[in-house]
């Protein structure tokens, strides 16, 4: 029993010996929360616990196993989420001290209802940077998410608390949100696999937005499997969010453990060559050689498309949050609120431009794609700074931080393609993580590839 309610068990692990009565529910939430008792201390990663609640769905899923009764493919395993999302009876932050103030969330976001749908026992919300305009883990409300591998560096953001929550073992299994690599950033410093879907794949009902036109909700995770049974479950229609697909369910699981036989894998070249750390450059070839992926190819235009996806994020934060700017202007992060008073002045030309020059981008890329099932980026340029780190040092160049650890990241959630982050451990050293791109809606082709990864012992997610 030791084994499945310890830091290590996977969401897999859990869910098995829960539906087979080896191990409680309880067992396994009583001894998550311990855990966090203890850990978070250090990682600073849960902004709220929701103790009683948590025990009292395990006490249900004990008694349906007891009665023979179906339980879920998720039983019993203890999952978190980011603090911009809805959990009944609790003021959704998004990391902001103005928030706050708001009246408690009524219901659970959607993802949350799906996920306890499933059996998962939520323990509670999660740190994250101010209203998710950041890429450190970094807040100025809650103090910093701590990198488990290593406290003195930063988590990365905005969904910083998942990333810690999973690395550290508090929990197996967190949900994030994405906007121009905030699932993936934090994915990569503290070394967790991590799916950002295809934009408009998983609900966004229940979640304070940030970016209407690019944010994506997804999990993170210790293993493959963890990922694709979360997100199996999470998919569907929810006419709560306008722009959530009317897919059908297409369950990623049955195919996951296909292997690699019959994928198109390239390499992307050119701007993901450069502005890039050796720890980067050595994570991407480590992956190609494994996949035995010879072909390189070019995303046309990938700097233009990240400075047309800080147009857009700026543009409509900054209108978004008008109003707090008026009224409460000192309550915000500093550095966040100056960026967002430059976002509520950028020309409506500008966002215009940035949105037609989208279009372009996603065809241009899309037809550089129509042969290619899935391409290996790195995710970050270097492993996790520290936390006090204002600029790093990038190919001899010395540029800041907090701009910068999204720079492979924003030309691909920009037009909404699905990545996996794969995280590779390096004995002595922080972690870091490729990113597996996948056309629209075949996410099943990056899971396989990162599955294959984790099986041949190339890519792993153990707790620090």
Not at 44 to 55: K, L, M, P, W, Y
Not at 282 to 298: F, H, P, Q, W, Y
Not at 357 to 382: C, G, H, K, N, S
Request: glycine content about 10%; proline content about 7%; hydrophobic content about 45%.
């Amino acid at each position: 029993m030791s084994d499945v309610i310890g830091k290590a068990a996977t969401a897999a692990e859990i869910a098995s010996s829960v539906s087979a009565g080896k191990t409680t529910a309880s067992a396994v939430v009583d001894a998550a929360l311990a855990r966090i008792g203890t850990l978070d201390k250090t990682y600073n990663a849960f902004t709220s616990v929701v103790a009683d609640r948590a025990r009292s769905k395990a006490s249900a899923i004990d008694t349906a196993v007891a009665a023979g009764k179906p339980v879920g493919p998720l039983a019993g395993v203890p999952f978190a989420v980011k603090n911009l999302i809805d959990i009944a009876g609790i003021a959704t932050l998004a990391g902001s001290k103005i928030n706050a103030d708001n009246p408690p969330a009524s219901r659970d976001a959607t993802l949350v209802q799906r996920l306890e749908a499933a059996g998962a026992i939520l323990l509670g919300g999660l740190n994250m940077g101010e209203y998710a305009y950041d890429f450190t883990g970094r807040n100025a409300h809650a103090g910093p998410s701590r990198n488990p591998h290593d406290p003195a560096h930063m988590t990365g953001g905005s969904s910083g608390g998942s990333g810690a929550a999973v690395a550290g073992g508090l929990v197996p299994l967190a949900l994030g949100s994405d906007t121009n690599g905030s699932i993936r950033v934090p994915s990569s410093l503290c070394g967790t696999f991590g799916l950002m879907p295809t934009y408009g794949r998983l609900s966004r009902a229940g979640s304070f937005l940030f970016c209407d036109s690019l944010d994506h909700l997804g999990p993170l995770a210790r293993s493959v499997w963890d990922l694709a049974a979360s997100f199996d479950v999470m998919q569907g229609p929810d006419p709560a969010d306008p722009v959530c697909t009317e897919r059908a369910v297409e369950p990623t699981l049955p195919r996951l453990d296909e292997g690699i036989g019959g994928l198109s894998i390239a390499v992307a070249g050119d701007y993901f060559e450069r502005q890039l750390e050796p720890v980067a450059a050595e994570a991407v070839a480590t992956v190609a050689k494994a996949l035995g992926a010879k072909r390189k190819i070019v995303l046309p235009d990938a700097g233009r498309a990240r400075g047309c996806a800080y147009i857009i994020t700026a543009a409509e934060g900054g209108t978004l949050h008008l109003q707090r700017l008026r009224t409460r202007a000192a309550d915000f992060d500093p550095e966040t609120r100056e960026r967002f008073m430059a976002g509520a002045l950028t020309p409506a030309a500008w966002y215009i431009q940035a949105q037609r020059f989208r279009r372009l981008y996603r065809q241009r890329l899309l037809e550089v794609l129509r042969d290619v099932d899935v391409v290996i980026a790195p995710a970050t340029p270097v492993t996790a700074p520290r936390i006090d780190q204002v600029m790093m040092t990038i190919a001899g160049v010395e540029m800041p931080v907090r701009a910068n650890l999204g720079i492979f990241t924003q030309p691909i959630s920009f037009i909404g393609l699905p990545v996996v982050a794969a995280p590779l451990q390096r004995a002595g050293g922080m972690p870091i993580a490729v990113q597996l791109i996948a056309k629209p809606f075949d996410e099943q082709a990056a899971l396989r590839v990162a599955r294959w990864l984790e099986r041949e012992g190339v890519c792993a997610a153990p707790p620090a």
